[in-house]
Nanobody, 122 residues
């Protein structure tokens, strides 16, 4: 069983910063990609930032220049540094791990964390 545990969410004023962390644990042989998504009330879940399987990064337009994704592969951990936060960044932020294998040649699965709330007040 693989688990993703997020931390670092909270309430912050507009212009402030937060750093989210996500640790993948369990029986993990390899992970293709990890990233962050968010879902605001009444809206669909959307990509915020993610590492691709090739190691490059993808950012939502709304995140470019303000958010930075980073990782520690040896720890199966991914971070999201969020600066200059805006009220429209308010959402539940979910960690995603894609292409997870528990052993060589085993099927790949996708996992999601339970989500962490980020609230930005104006």
């Amino acid at each position: 069983q693989v688990q993703l545990v997020e931390s670092g969410g909270g309430l912050v004023q507009a212009g402030g910063s937060l750093r989210l962390s996500c640790v993948a644990s369990g029986r993990i042989f390899s992970i293709n990609a990890m990233g962050w998504y968010r879902q605001a009330p009444g809206k669909q879940r959307e990509l915020v930032a993610a590492f691709t399987s090739g190691g490059s990064t993808n950012y939502a337009e709304s995140a470019k220049g303000r958010f930075t994704i980073s990782r520690e592969n040896a720890k199966n951990t991914v971070y999201l540094q969020m600066n200059s936060l805006k009220p429209e960044d308010t959402a539940v932020y979910y960690c995603n791990a894609d292409g997870v294998r528990v052993g060589f040649g085993t099927p790949r699965y996708t996992y999601w964390g339970q989500g962490t709330q980020v609230s930005v007040s104006s």
